[in-house]
């Protein structure tokens, strides 16, 4: 693959995964940075010319653009060792994905967005009222993936794969949403893990 477009921000979880992945299959992006706070996805030719759903990442392949951040990491580890063999490990793998976006992601994610990006004082009220719930589902979420990991070294098939970088990508920033991750000494080892890995780049590269 070549003349790969990544749409993204840059401190989103969603599109660190990509560049991750990217890294693991020695695939080089050109990235375009656009500033969520200022609306940058909402312009009409970001809607016309991108992604008509206004969010990022949108990964650009010649004519062709595809977004959502966990397809975009299958198309590009597609045929590569971040995918399992087998199709039980395969599956077990996109559960873990789907697990991700709609279990973790909602949770941690959104917590550390409105946190660091939006702060408590510029909360609506339907916001403040989400708080708790988010935050109860968010530890939830961790106490599954610490016990998963607590007998084994990764998620899937006993391999690094694309269900590891995408569950990593909010999962080492969860502290900056105030999620104690001491408390989960099996996340913390998986985590060192992957940092230590020779092709592992960090959010801020």
Known sequence: MSGLI??????????????LT??????ELERREYDIMKG??????????????????????????????NAICFYLANGTKLIPDGHFDQADMLRWMFWEQYNHEPNIATMRFWLRNVGLDALTDAQRMQIKGKRDAGLAALDLMDNHLDSRKWFVADQFSLADICLFAYTHVADEAEFDLEAYPSIVRWMERIM????HVSLDD
Request: aromatic content about 8%; proline content about 7%; some cysteine.
């Open 6 to 19: 990544l749409h993204e921000y840059g401190r989103s979880g969603n599109c660190y995964k990509i560049r």
């Open 22 to 27: 990217a890294a693991h299959v020695g695939i």
């Open 40 to 69: 940058e996805t909402r312009t009409p030719e970001y809607l016309r010319d991108v992604n008509p759903n206004g969010r990022i990442p949108v990964l650009e392949d010649g004519d062709r653009f595809l977004p959502e951040s």
């Open 196 to 199: 230590t890995m020779e092709e």
